[in-house]
């Protein structure tokens, strides 16, 4: 497994190593002490799975308080995967990293807490699975305005995206409840 940080060095680019033959492929997704030795130390408490239409964009999701920390892959499909710095005493505060995780390329994403995650279908479908270092609580949950213009998100839309209300709703980087 092979663990590189991105332009903000506390969000990791995982790659599983892929052992494949005229059979099919094997890799493992998760392995603690290899992330532990990378300098991934989560416990995680929680799997999760969405499966999303060409289009759907999600997100920017985080919680002000439970802060989870998610690494995230895509088991089907293609999607634009994003995460937000909210960490206002980083100097990488407001800022994000972009990347496309595919079932192809079987890359993962280690989002840390701090961070608000979105992403969008680039495919005719993705499934999504992400395991999360804390439990979801709708209480805490917030949602930064994806389309924020400060955010500077280059989105890869052909037309307006799929979103939840909650999602059309978001807040702006300015007004969003941020960490310390």
Same mark, same amino acid.
């Given at each position: 497994?092979?663990? =590189?940080?991105? $332009?903000?060095? #506390?969000?990791?680019?995982?790659?599983?190593?892929?052992?494949?033959? +005229?059979?099919?492929?094997? @890799?493992?997704?998760?392995?603690?002490?290899?992330?532990?030795?990378?300098?991934?130390?989560?416990?995680?408490?929680? *799997?999760?799975?969405?499966?999303?239409?060409?289009?759907?964009?999600?997100?920017?999701? @985080?919680?002000?308080?439970?802060?989870?920390?998610?690494?995230?892959?895509?088991? +089907?499909?293609?999607?634009? *995967?994003?995460?937000?710095?909210?960490?206002?005493?980083?100097?990488?505060?407001?800022?994000?990293?972009?990347?496309?995780?595919?079932?192809?390329?079987?890359?993962?994403?280690?989002?840390?807490?701090?961070?608000?995650?979105?992403?969008?279908?680039?495919?005719?479908?993705?499934?999504?699975? @992400?395991?999360?270092? *804390?439990?979801?609580?709708?209480?805490?949950?917030?949602?930064?305005?994806?389309? *924020?213009?400060?955010?500077?998100? #280059?989105?890869?839309?052909?037309?307006?995206?799929?979103?939840?209300?909650?999602?059309?709703?978001? =807040?702006?980087? $300015?007004?969003?409840?941020?960490?310390?």
């Amino acid at each position: 497994m092979r663990v =590189t940080p991105t $332009a903000i060095p #506390d969000v990791r680019l995982v790659e599983p190593r892929v052992f494949g033959d +005229a059979r099919g492929f094997f @890799y493992e997704s998760w392995n603690r002490r290899a992330l532990e030795a990378a300098g991934i130390d989560a416990e995680f408490v929680q *799997d999760n799975h969405s499966r999303s239409a060409r289009g759907v964009l999600r997100g920017l999701h @985080y919680q002000i308080a439970h802060a989870q920390g998610k690494l995230v892959r895509v088991v +089907a499909g293609e999607v634009y *995967d994003v995460a937000v710095d909210l960490r206002r005493s980083s100097p990488t505060f407001g800022r994000h990293v972009a990347i496309t995780l595919s079932a192809e390329n079987r890359r993962m994403l280690w989002v840390p807490p701090g961070f608000a995650h979105g992403f969008c279908v680039v495919s005719g479908s993705a499934d999504f699975l @992400y395991k999360t270092t *804390d439990y979801w609580f709708p209480e805490h949950e917030r949602t930064l305005l994806w389309n *924020d213009p400060a955010l500077c998100i #280059d989105w890869p839309l052909g037309a307006a995206p799929i979103v939840a209300p909650k999602d059309a709703a978001g =807040t702006p980087l $300015a007004r969003a409840e941020c960490y310390p």
